[in-house]
Protein backbone atom coordinates (compact mmCIF):
# COMPACT_ATOMS: atom_id res chain seq x y z
CA UNK A 1 0.00 0.00 0.00
CA UNK A 2 1.55 3.37 -1.13
CA UNK A 3 1.16 6.36 0.79
CA UNK A 4 -1.91 8.10 -0.78
CA UNK A 5 -3.59 4.65 -0.30
CA UNK A 6 -2.70 4.97 3.07
CA UNK A 7 -3.72 8.49 3.79
CA UNK A 8 -5.60 9.43 1.07
CA UNK A 9 -3.49 12.32 0.73
CA UNK A 10 0.40 12.64 -0.83
CA UNK A 11 2.32 15.60 -1.21
CA UNK A 12 3.95 16.13 -4.11
CA UNK A 13 7.34 17.82 -3.78
CA UNK A 14 8.90 20.11 -6.43
CA UNK A 15 6.02 19.40 -8.65
CA UNK A 16 6.68 22.27 -11.26
CA UNK A 17 9.16 23.41 -12.84
CA UNK A 18 11.26 26.52 -11.17
CA UNK A 19 10.81 28.78 -14.46
CA UNK A 20 7.41 27.88 -14.93
CA UNK A 21 6.30 28.35 -11.21
CA UNK A 22 7.98 32.28 -11.09
CA UNK A 23 6.06 32.78 -14.27
CA UNK A 24 2.72 31.57 -12.54
CA UNK A 25 3.29 33.00 -9.15
CA UNK A 26 3.77 36.82 -11.24
CA UNK A 27 0.32 36.85 -13.18
CA UNK A 28 -1.29 35.45 -9.65
CA UNK A 29 0.33 38.20 -7.86
CA UNK A 30 -1.31 40.33 -10.26
CA UNK A 31 -4.32 39.06 -10.04
CA UNK A 32 -4.05 38.93 -6.53
CA UNK A 33 -4.26 42.75 -6.43
CA UNK A 34 -6.81 42.58 -8.64
CA UNK A 35 -9.00 40.97 -6.33
CA UNK A 36 -8.00 43.29 -3.35
CA UNK A 37 -9.17 46.54 -5.43
CA UNK A 38 -12.21 45.39 -6.34
CA UNK A 39 -11.25 44.92 -9.86
CA UNK A 40 -12.65 41.47 -10.31
CA UNK A 41 -16.09 41.10 -9.14
CA UNK A 42 -15.56 37.13 -8.48
CA UNK A 43 -14.09 37.57 -5.05
CA UNK A 44 -14.63 35.75 -1.72
CA UNK A 45 -14.08 37.65 1.53
CA UNK A 46 -14.94 35.52 4.62
CA UNK A 47 -13.83 38.13 7.62
CA UNK A 48 -14.76 41.34 6.26
CA UNK A 49 -12.16 43.57 8.05
CA UNK A 50 -10.96 47.40 7.05
CA UNK A 51 -9.81 48.34 4.60
CA UNK A 52 -6.07 48.74 4.96
CA UNK A 53 -5.01 50.85 1.95
CA UNK A 54 -7.72 50.43 0.45
CA UNK A 55 -7.64 46.78 -0.02
CA UNK A 56 -10.31 44.57 0.79
CA UNK A 57 -9.21 41.43 3.03
CA UNK A 58 -9.75 38.95 0.12
CA UNK A 59 -9.67 35.14 0.81
CA UNK A 60 -10.20 33.82 -2.85
CA UNK A 61 -10.81 34.65 -6.50
CA UNK A 62 -13.36 32.91 -8.16
CA UNK A 63 -13.08 31.76 -11.91
CA UNK A 64 -9.43 32.75 -12.03
CA UNK A 65 -8.35 31.65 -15.50
CA UNK A 66 -10.65 33.89 -17.13
CA UNK A 67 -9.12 35.88 -19.66
CA UNK A 68 -11.12 39.12 -18.28
CA UNK A 69 -8.78 38.78 -15.15
CA UNK A 70 -5.45 37.85 -16.81
CA UNK A 71 -4.68 37.14 -20.22
CA UNK A 72 -1.46 34.45 -19.78
CA UNK A 73 -2.31 32.91 -16.64
CA UNK A 74 -4.55 29.67 -18.13
CA UNK A 75 -1.75 28.32 -20.94
CA UNK A 76 0.78 28.95 -17.89
CA UNK A 77 -1.99 26.32 -15.85
CA UNK A 78 -2.23 24.12 -18.87
CA UNK A 79 1.67 23.91 -19.42
CA UNK A 80 1.39 22.24 -15.57
CA UNK A 81 2.66 18.39 -16.00
CA UNK A 82 1.30 17.37 -13.23
CA UNK A 83 -1.77 16.01 -14.79
CA UNK A 84 0.17 12.10 -15.20
CA UNK A 85 1.29 12.30 -11.50
CA UNK A 86 -2.62 12.81 -10.92
CA UNK A 87 -3.30 9.67 -13.08
CA UNK A 88 -0.48 8.17 -11.55
CA UNK A 89 -1.50 8.29 -8.26
CA UNK A 90 -5.16 7.88 -8.67
CA UNK A 91 -5.05 5.44 -10.58
CA UNK A 92 -8.03 6.84 -13.22
CA UNK A 93 -7.88 6.70 -16.89
CA UNK A 94 -9.47 10.20 -17.32
CA UNK A 95 -11.20 12.86 -15.24
CA UNK A 96 -12.59 16.08 -15.29
CA UNK A 97 -12.03 19.60 -13.25
CA UNK A 98 -14.90 21.01 -12.18
CA UNK A 99 -13.60 23.51 -9.03
CA UNK A 100 -10.73 25.70 -9.88
CA UNK A 101 -10.00 29.03 -7.04
CA UNK A 102 -7.72 31.14 -6.22
CA UNK A 103 -6.72 31.15 -2.31
CA UNK A 104 -4.84 34.11 -1.46
CA UNK A 105 -3.88 35.70 2.50
CA UNK A 106 -2.61 38.69 3.75
CA UNK A 107 -0.18 38.60 6.46
CA UNK A 108 -1.62 40.52 8.96
CA UNK A 109 -5.25 38.47 9.79
CA UNK A 110 -5.20 35.04 11.28
CA UNK A 111 -7.68 31.87 9.58
CA UNK A 112 -9.02 28.97 10.83
CA UNK A 113 -11.74 27.58 8.52
CA UNK A 114 -14.67 24.88 10.05
CA UNK A 115 -13.60 21.43 10.02
CA UNK A 116 -15.61 19.75 7.06
CA UNK A 117 -15.45 17.30 4.02
CA UNK A 118 -16.07 18.67 0.67
CA UNK A 119 -17.41 15.22 -0.60
CA UNK A 120 -20.60 13.81 -0.46
CA UNK A 121 -19.40 11.33 1.97
CA UNK A 122 -16.73 9.24 3.48
CA UNK A 123 -14.54 8.18 1.09
CA UNK A 124 -14.82 9.38 -2.24
CA UNK A 125 -11.77 7.76 -4.20
CA UNK A 126 -13.38 9.43 -7.21
CA UNK A 127 -13.35 12.97 -5.72
CA UNK A 128 -9.74 14.53 -5.39
CA UNK A 129 -8.75 17.82 -5.12
CA UNK A 130 -5.21 19.09 -5.69
CA UNK A 131 -3.39 22.42 -4.28
CA UNK A 132 -0.90 23.96 -5.97
CA UNK A 133 1.37 25.99 -3.86
CA UNK A 134 2.64 29.23 -4.86
CA UNK A 135 4.11 29.92 -1.20
CA UNK A 136 6.02 29.12 1.85
CA UNK A 137 2.57 27.57 3.92
CA UNK A 138 1.85 26.02 6.81
CA UNK A 139 -0.88 24.85 8.53
CA UNK A 140 -3.95 23.06 6.56
CA UNK A 141 -5.03 20.53 8.77
CA UNK A 142 -6.57 16.85 7.41
CA UNK A 143 -7.19 13.84 8.88
CA UNK A 144 -5.67 10.50 7.21
CA UNK A 145 -7.75 8.24 5.99
CA UNK A 146 -6.26 5.50 8.18
CA UNK A 147 -7.35 7.72 11.47
CA UNK A 148 -11.13 8.58 9.88
CA UNK A 149 -12.78 5.80 11.76
CA UNK A 150 -10.99 7.56 15.05
CA UNK A 151 -13.40 10.40 14.73
CA UNK A 152 -16.08 8.60 16.45
CA UNK A 153 -14.56 8.50 19.57
CA UNK A 154 -14.59 12.81 19.61
CA UNK A 155 -18.35 12.32 18.97
CA UNK A 156 -17.34 13.94 14.65
CA UNK A 157 -19.80 11.89 11.74
CA UNK A 158 -17.27 9.28 9.91
CA UNK A 159 -18.54 10.00 6.85
CA UNK A 160 -20.23 13.17 6.58
CA UNK A 161 -20.09 16.75 7.55
CA UNK A 162 -19.70 17.97 11.21
CA UNK A 163 -22.84 20.10 11.89
CA UNK A 164 -22.65 20.97 15.71
CA UNK A 165 -20.53 23.61 16.38
CA UNK A 166 -18.49 22.12 18.79
CA UNK A 167 -17.50 19.57 15.79
CA UNK A 168 -17.16 22.66 13.18
CA UNK A 169 -14.96 24.50 15.62
CA UNK A 170 -13.87 21.22 17.71
CA UNK A 171 -10.67 21.39 19.42
CA UNK A 172 -9.10 17.69 18.15
CA UNK A 173 -6.09 16.27 19.57
CA UNK A 174 -3.09 17.15 17.44
CA UNK A 175 -2.15 13.44 17.30
CA UNK A 176 -5.34 13.04 15.41
CA UNK A 177 -4.80 15.20 12.47
CA UNK A 178 -1.53 15.79 10.02
CA UNK A 179 -0.33 19.77 9.35
CA UNK A 180 0.85 19.96 6.04
CA UNK A 181 3.36 22.10 5.02
CA UNK A 182 4.52 22.89 1.71
CA UNK A 183 7.17 25.38 -0.24
CA UNK A 184 6.01 27.05 -3.59
CA UNK A 185 5.89 24.63 -6.47
CA UNK A 186 4.30 21.70 -4.07
CA UNK A 187 1.43 20.03 -5.35
CA UNK A 188 -0.76 18.44 -2.70
CA UNK A 189 -3.80 16.03 -3.77
CA UNK A 190 -6.26 14.43 -0.98
CA UNK A 191 -9.56 12.54 -1.24
CA UNK A 192 -12.00 15.52 -1.44
CA UNK A 193 -13.86 13.52 1.98
CA UNK A 194 -11.02 13.24 4.10
CA UNK A 195 -12.15 15.93 7.18
CA UNK A 196 -10.10 18.83 6.79
CA UNK A 197 -9.75 22.96 8.09
CA UNK A 198 -8.23 25.39 6.56
CA UNK A 199 -5.74 26.84 9.27
CA UNK A 200 -3.35 30.00 8.18
CA UNK A 201 -1.30 32.74 10.07
CA UNK A 202 0.74 33.71 7.55
CA UNK A 203 0.18 34.78 3.92
CA UNK A 204 -0.82 32.21 1.61
CA UNK A 205 -1.32 32.06 -2.62
CA UNK A 206 -2.14 28.56 -3.75
CA UNK A 207 -4.54 27.25 -6.23
CA UNK A 208 -7.55 24.96 -5.34
CA UNK A 209 -8.73 22.72 -7.44
CA UNK A 210 -11.41 19.51 -7.85
CA UNK A 211 -10.67 16.29 -10.18
CA UNK A 212 -13.43 13.80 -10.45
CA UNK A 213 -12.67 10.64 -12.22
CA UNK A 214 -14.33 9.79 -15.83
CA UNK A 215 -15.31 6.44 -16.24
CA UNK A 216 -15.88 6.92 -20.22
CA UNK A 217 -12.64 7.59 -21.67
CA UNK A 218 -13.00 10.97 -23.90
CA UNK A 219 -10.27 12.26 -26.13
CA UNK A 220 -8.00 14.06 -24.58
CA UNK A 221 -8.05 18.08 -25.66
CA UNK A 222 -4.22 19.49 -25.69
CA UNK A 223 -5.58 22.58 -25.08
CA UNK A 224 -7.88 21.90 -21.95
CA UNK A 225 -4.94 19.37 -20.32
CA UNK A 226 -7.37 19.59 -16.80
CA UNK A 227 -10.53 18.96 -18.69
CA UNK A 228 -12.12 21.86 -16.96
CA UNK A 229 -15.74 22.84 -17.28
CA UNK A 230 -16.84 25.42 -19.71
CA UNK A 231 -17.80 28.17 -16.60
CA UNK A 232 -13.70 27.85 -15.90
CA UNK A 233 -12.52 28.13 -19.77
CA UNK A 234 -10.84 31.41 -20.45
CA UNK A 235 -13.43 32.85 -22.80
CA UNK A 236 -16.43 32.27 -20.94
CA UNK A 237 -18.82 34.93 -20.80
CA UNK A 238 -19.14 36.34 -17.93
CA UNK A 239 -23.08 37.82 -17.94
CA UNK A 240 -23.26 33.91 -17.52
CA UNK A 241 -21.58 33.83 -13.92
CA UNK A 242 -23.18 37.17 -12.75
CA UNK A 243 -26.48 35.62 -12.28
CA UNK A 244 -25.60 32.78 -10.07
CA UNK A 245 -23.38 34.61 -8.31
CA UNK A 246 -23.37 36.56 -4.81
CA UNK A 247 -20.92 39.87 -6.21
CA UNK A 248 -18.87 41.57 -3.15
CA UNK A 249 -19.59 45.35 -3.09
CA UNK A 250 -17.14 47.59 -1.57
CA UNK A 251 -19.52 49.75 0.72
CA UNK A 252 -18.12 52.84 2.49
CA UNK A 253 -20.74 54.04 4.09
CA UNK A 254 -20.64 54.86 7.85
CA UNK A 255 -22.79 51.58 8.87
CA UNK A 256 -20.08 49.59 6.62
CA UNK A 257 -17.16 50.97 7.60
CA UNK A 258 -18.43 50.53 11.61
CA UNK A 259 -19.15 46.99 11.33
CA UNK A 260 -15.56 46.32 9.86
CA UNK A 261 -14.26 48.07 12.68
CA UNK A 262 -16.36 46.18 15.22
CA UNK A 263 -14.77 42.75 13.44
CA UNK A 264 -11.03 44.17 13.66
CA UNK A 265 -12.18 45.61 17.52
CA UNK A 266 -13.31 41.29 18.15
CA UNK A 267 -10.16 40.17 16.21
CA UNK A 268 -8.52 41.23 19.62
CA UNK A 269 -10.26 39.08 21.70
CA UNK A 270 -11.54 35.72 22.68
CA UNK A 271 -14.47 33.95 20.74
CA UNK A 272 -17.07 35.14 23.49
CA UNK A 273 -20.12 32.63 22.18
CA UNK A 274 -17.56 29.75 21.83
CA UNK A 275 -16.92 30.15 25.81
CA UNK A 276 -20.45 30.59 26.57
CA UNK A 277 -21.48 27.18 24.32
CA UNK A 278 -18.35 25.45 26.09
CA UNK A 279 -19.93 25.99 29.66
CA UNK A 280 -22.96 25.69 28.52
CA UNK A 281 -24.02 23.29 25.73
CA UNK A 282 -20.80 21.38 24.42
CA UNK A 283 -19.85 18.36 26.49
CA UNK A 284 -17.23 16.07 24.93
CA UNK A 285 -15.64 18.46 22.20
CA UNK A 286 -14.78 21.72 23.27
CA UNK A 287 -15.03 24.56 20.53
CA UNK A 288 -11.21 26.31 19.83
CA UNK A 289 -11.43 30.29 21.91
CA UNK A 290 -9.09 32.14 19.62
CA UNK A 291 -10.41 30.66 16.10
CA UNK A 292 -9.84 33.98 13.67
CA UNK A 293 -8.03 35.97 16.16
CA UNK A 294 -5.32 37.67 16.95
CA UNK A 295 -4.11 34.30 19.47
CA UNK A 296 -5.01 31.99 17.21
FE1 LIG B 1 -12.54 22.12 1.83
Do not use: C
Given at each position: ????????????????????????????????????????????????????????????????????????????????????????????????????????????????????????????????????????????????????????????????????????????????????????????????????????????????????????????????????????????????????????????????????????FFYFLP??????????????????????????
Amino acid sequence: MNDFEKKGYYLFKKAINPSLLSQIVKETEEMFDKGKKNLWPFIRVYNDYPYLKDNINVFGLDFPLNEKLNKNIYNLINKLDYVKKLKEISKWENFKTSVIRLHVFENFFNYEGFWHRDGSTFPTPNQIQSVIYLKHEKGFRIVPKNKNHLLEKYDYPLKDNPKKNSQLRGKLPYEMFDVIEAEAGDVLFFEAALLHQGFSKKERMHFHLRHENLINTIPADSNNNFNFNKEFLPNYDLDNLYANYNVYIKKNDFRSKFKRFLRLFFYFLPRFKSIFRNIFKNKDIKETLFHNTFYQ
